[in-house]
């Protein structure tokens, strides 16, 4: 086990999600009023001078872009918002005012206190250097960059459209960080460094800058990192890649990431629950859908009732193999597997340094009915839970709100498909009746998804059926070896003609 992680507690990723859900259309009312308490305290408690001034600014302040709080309007220099600046909120257009106004009197108090912060950190890195050695000095320079990082600190030619990579590593957070990395020999150190650097791309939404420092972040982990980092990059690179959509490459990290999870810094448990079910749901086939989210124990421990949960904890269910489903059983007849398993809960909403984190409740039953509902084909339940789940979840959370739509088409495309893969013919009005929407509503439902080519079938409206084009695999096959083989041959051809000597050209 290497040692324990450093450079973890800045920046805070909640701060992030409490400015999203002060421009999000659909959080409620109750949970902007908090989410903007809770940031207005954190901006005096952590004097977060540079983050106050890009949010409220009158001027050019992201939560001003249209003159609220303030009687003077934006120049079109402030208007010119990047797309990581644009990822830090929800929405540009809300239909409620947020009111954030700004102080120039509080904005200049908490200059000064970070001015003051700034040049103890100067003197401290001056005494290391004149009497310390290059651990000290280190530690001073950690120091400043943590500072930044917990400010905010974003430089503004970031946040113009032309940014670039080169602008991003501009931030003074990060431009710290880059120093203490380049002086620092430690591999552990240099890996948590990185993932300070992949946090404060998290927290402004930058994810070009968040996909490179993942993959440099690997690169240092497979060179020689200890376990407990190489479990803490799963959770990072796989919410990255939920929030790039890229859900079926996400799945088996946050899926692997729950049994081993220690990145509180990154997210909650609960927040990484969810995050893994809903990856899992709309990405893997069945068989494994079954044993990685169903039966998973750290999944029941969360979303199953009074005696799953129980049997989570004494590992009396286990999702190991064998999950039972490989000829898809009715849910009834699986039989779970025994195995020595067991989740340790009371770990649950702990810091990585022992502190504990009090988590807001969350009403987890909408996703749980769409896992169950969508397990044993209750399709008209699973439809219902799937609209309760993008109210409850995908509305309102930052990484999720991006790709709801989507998420939301997929999980209909999804049911569908596990419907009718199981007959050759069925009845249009019978299909509705499952899912409990009107015939005109499937029908076009349907209609994009076979155009698509996403749903083999085809519906005759007026006999009210739809048809079912099984594949026929061993067709496919033969048509796709004698395509690529006349392809084949067509290429040697043209390189025969293009290499031949004639007698002639030889002499």
């Not at 987890?364 to 509902?373: R, Y």
Request: contains cysteine.
């Amino acid at each position: 086990m290497g040692a324990d992680p450093q450079y973890v507690k800045y920046p805070d990723l909640a701060l992030s999600q409490y400015i999203f859900q002060l421009t999000n259309p659909s959080a409620p009312k109750a949970t902007r009023q908090t989410s903007l308490k809770n940031l207005q305290d954190a901006i005096s408690e952590y004097k977060m001078a540079p983050l106050y001034r890009h949010l409220a600014h009158p001027i050019d302040g992201l939560f001003n872009s249209s003159g609220e709080g303030s009687a003077q309007k934006p120049t079109s220099a402030g208007s010119k918002k990047s797309a990581a600046a644009a990822n830090l909120i929800a929405s540009k257009k809300t239909s409620h005012r947020i009111d954030v106004p700004w102080d120039e009197k509080l904005y200049q108090k908490l200059e000064k206190e970070n001015e003051k912060e700034l040049e103890g950190f100067q003197k401290e890195e001056d005494e290391a250097e004149e009497k310390a050695g290059e651990t000290e000095i280190l530690a001073a320079k950690g120091k400043r960059a943590e500072f930044w990082a917990r400010v905010g600190d974003k430089v503004r030619k970031a946040f113009l459209e032309e940014a670039t990579m080169s602008d991003s590593l501009s931030d003074k957070a990060i431009s710290t960080y880059e120093a203490v990395f380049e002086k620092t020999g430690v591999l552990g150190t240099r890996i948590d460094i990185v993932l300070a650097i992949i946090r404060i791309g998290i927290f402004f939404g930058d994810k070009l800058l968040v996909k490179k420092s993942v993959d440099r972040a690997k690169t240092l982990v497979e060179s020689g990192g200890d376990w407990d980092r190489r479990n803490r990059l799963k959770a990072y690179q796989g919410l990255y890649l939920l929030t790039v959509r890229s859900y079926n490459l996400a799945a088996p990290l946050l899926l692997d990431s729950l049994s081993t999870f220690t990145s509180y810094e990154l997210c909650s448990y609960s927040s990484l629950v969810v995050y893994s079910v809903l990856a899992g749901s709309v990405s893997l086939k069945r068989v494994d859908f079954k044993a990685n989210v169903v039966d998973a124990p750290e999944i029941r421990a969360i979303l199953g009732d009074g005696e799953e949960k129980l049997s989570a904890l004494s590992g009396a269910i286990s999702s190991g193999p064998a999950a039972g489903d490989e000829e898809m059983t009715d849910a009834s007849a699986a039989t779970p597997t025994p195995a020595p398993t067991a989740v340790n809960l009371t770990t649950l909403g702990q810091s990585s340094t022992g502190q504990s984190d009090v988590e807001t409740p969350i009403d987890f039953s909408p996703l749980a009915n769409l896992v169950s509902s969508l397990y044993i084909g209750d399709y008209r339940s699973f439809f219902l839970a799937l609209a309760a789940v993008e109210d409850n979840f995908l509305s309102q959370d930052r990484y999720l709100y991006e790709h709801r739509g989507w998420f939301v088409r997929e999980m209909r495309l999804r049911g569908y498909q596990q419907l009718l893969q199981s007959y050759r013919v069925v009845g249009l009005g019978s299909m509705a009746n499952d899912f409990g929407v009107s015939v005109d509503f499937l029908d076009r439902d349907l209609a994009k998804f076979i155009a698509a080519e996403r749903i083999p079938c085809t519906i005759d409206r007026v006999n009210g059926i739809i048809e079912t084009n099984r594949p026929d695999d061993k067709n496919k096959q033969y048509t796709d070896v004698v395509k690529h083989g006349d392809t084949l041959i067509t290429k040697l051809q043209k390189y025969g003609q293009a290499v031949r000597l004639r007698g002639s050209e030889r002499g």
